[in-house]
């Protein structure tokens, strides 16, 4: 599982992210589980700080997570991670040299862009952050039929990777089981955890977890902080 003994330092390896992102939890937590030393350096999306001057040069695009070291700079989660994982001597586990152990991790991640991640962060957007941004309330039509492509997503996640494995690419955590927690936890900002009817999904998150350690809740604070505010707004 996830290595516990201090590697290499690195003084100069800095990270810009904002931990209500799921892509920069990602890269929070592995940097964390693997103690590779680094500095955050917090970009409030709410704020626009992802639009100042300074942030543009770093990345154009306007997004987190931002990885620098010296003068390499990297942007895109993706990259980050692998990046990391390559640049580091942690675990293989977390994305095997074997290639075929490799691309069944690559198979995911570019699946994941295209079904995990915009499927669960749509029910987030419409469920938490644009009443938030309009004042109005939730569209209730537009969040059921979010829901539903969120269920055949999860259906296939279920069916394509974690089979009958402990893990999506294989018998322990990789990239891939970090990108997905990150996304799937998303929703719980609003109060819904869009695992709780599908006992084999539960049972690869508490394995996640567990892997992952006091660092996966490290992460997650900030979003769990959003799930009390709007419980109490009950």
């Known amino acids: 599982m996830a290595g516990r003994k201090a590697l290499e330092v690195s003084p100069d390896l800095e990270v810009y992210l904002d931990l209500l992102s799921q892509p920069c939890r990602a890269v929070h937590i592995l940097l964390n589980c693997n103690k590779i030393?680094?500095?955050?350096?917090?970009?409030?999306?709410?704020?626009?700080?992802?639009?100042?001057p300074e942030f543009t040069r770093l990345n154009p695009m306007q997004k987190v997570p931002v990885l620098v070291y010296g003068s390499f700079t990297l942007t895109e989660s993706d990259a980050i991670l692998k990046y990391l994982v390559t640049q580091y001597n942690i675990p293989e586990h977390w994305y095997p040299r074997q290639p075929e152990r490799r691309a069944r991790v690559d198979e995911y991640t570019a699946w994941h862009h295209t079904y995990t991640r915009p499927h669960a962060a749509k029910v987030f957007i419409l469920e938490v952050l644009l009443p938030r941004l309009s004042g109005g309330s939730v569209d209730p039509t537009r969040l059921d039929r979010a829901l539903e492509e969120l269920s055949g997503?999860?259906?296939?996640?279920?069916?394509?990777?974690?089979?009958?494995?402990?893990?999506?690419?294989?018998?322990?955590?990789?990239?891939?089981d970090l990108l997905a927690i990150c996304e799937l936890m998303q929703p719980l900002g609003g109060g819904r955890d869009i695992l709780k009817d599908r006992p084999k999904l539960q049972q690869w998150r508490n394995r996640v977890q567990s892997a992952l350690g006091e660092s996966f809740d490290h992460a997650h604070a900030v979003l769990y902080g959003l799930r009390d505010r709007n419980k109490a707004k009950l």
């Open 37 to 52: 030393q680094h500095t955050v350096r917090t970009v409030a999306l709410r704020r626009g700080e992802n639009r100042t």
């Open 153 to 176: 997503t999860l259906d296939r996640l279920e069916s394509m990777f974690l089979k009958r494995q402990a893990f999506l690419c294989g018998e322990d955590i990789t990239l891939a």
